[in-house]
């Protein structure tokens, strides 16, 4: 999914969750990704593309168990709960992020290709919507999603209009038709998950600064 939707839901877990600093909410939701990114830049996981990029089904996540599988993100969840819950004694934090963390596996299954393991070692089936296969409708449901996580919040109109903008930014990246600057990434997938990991961050910090002004604090 695309990072500024994951990065939407950290206004969902801070609807019901207000107490819990937005902060390591933002960095939850995305934790998964973080993991993904620094995976494949050190070459524990892989991810190949075709001769020619036009949209992102033209990009494989070939090997991503230890950052994308069921039992990978409820090992980290867990973790996080155990630390936060545990050890730091804050036990609704601890929920949240939990919450938060698994939020970015189940959106992943939502929208992805088959390529989400079980575990890692565990070869199929490999799980996903399939959604991906069709990138434009794939960016309307996105799109959709992020819009709903605004209107949960209840943001406001520049915040919607952020979320709204970075989808339609990635808009080549989601059409075979329509080219875009995805054509050089082709053979060069480290490039692409750096490019992911800057993505995250811009995704992190434009929800949190434009949603700045309307975070809960308090229950
Ligand atoms: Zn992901």
């Avoid at 939701?29 to 830049?41: A, I, M, S, T, Y």
């Avoid at 050190?42 to 230890?66: F, S, W």
């Avoid at 050089?184 to 480290?190: D, E, R, T, Y």
């Amino acid at each position: 999914m695309n990072a500024i939707n994951h990065a939407a839901t950290a206004l969902l877990i801070n609807k019901k969750w207000p107490g819990v600093p937005i902060i390591p909410v933002l960095l939850s939701v995305q934790l998964v990704e973080f993991l993904w990114v620094l995976f494949n830049l050190l070459g524990i996981e892989t991810t190949t593309t075709e001769p020619q990029i036009r949209a992102l089904n033209d990009i494989h996540l070939a090997y991503m168990p230890y950052s994308h599988s069921i039992a990978a993100t409820a090992v980290l969840a867990f973790l996080v709960w155990a630390v936060v819950a545990k050890l730091l004694k804050k036990p609704a934090w601890g929920l949240a992020l939990a919450v938060a963390v698994s939020s970015h596996i189940i959106l992943d299954l939502a929208t992805h290709v088959h390529d989400i393991a079980l575990a890692p070692g565990i070869g199929s089936p490999m799980l996903g919507s399939g959604l991906y296969g069709v990138p434009l409708l794939a960016l309307v449901v996105e799109t959709l999603y992020g819009v709903w996580c605004w209107r949960v919040f209840r943001g406001s109109k520049v915040l919607l209009t952020t979320i709204v903008a970075f989808n339609l930014a990635a808009l080549s990246f989601y059409s075979t038709a329509i080219p875009g600057p995805e054509h050089l990434l082709a053979g060069h997938p480290k490039i692409f998950a750096a490019v992911i990991g800057v993505h995250i961050i811009v995704g992190l910090v434009a929800v949190g600064f434009f949603a700045r002004s309307h975070w809960r604090s308090s229950a």
